[in-house]
């Protein structure tokens, strides 16, 4: 895990939601199109917030 790392929820249209660790959302975005393709529609990144 890299520093300063957060968990972004990627909705797509392919494969539903699915949870990242990436620093940002265009890294978030970078890891999904790496694991699924480019062709993949993503709809939307959240950040996930955490509790304390």
Do not use: D, P, Y
Request: charged content about 25%; aromatic content about 4%; overall charge positive.
């Amino acid at each position: 895990m890299m520093c300063g790392s957060k968990c972004f929820l990627v909705e797509m249209e392919l494969g539903g939601t699915k949870q990242v660790t990436a620093r940002n959302s265009v890294g978030a975005r970078k890891v999904i199109r790496g694991e699924f393709g480019a062709g993949v529609t993503i709809l939307s990144v959240k950040e996930e917030k955490r509790h304390s």
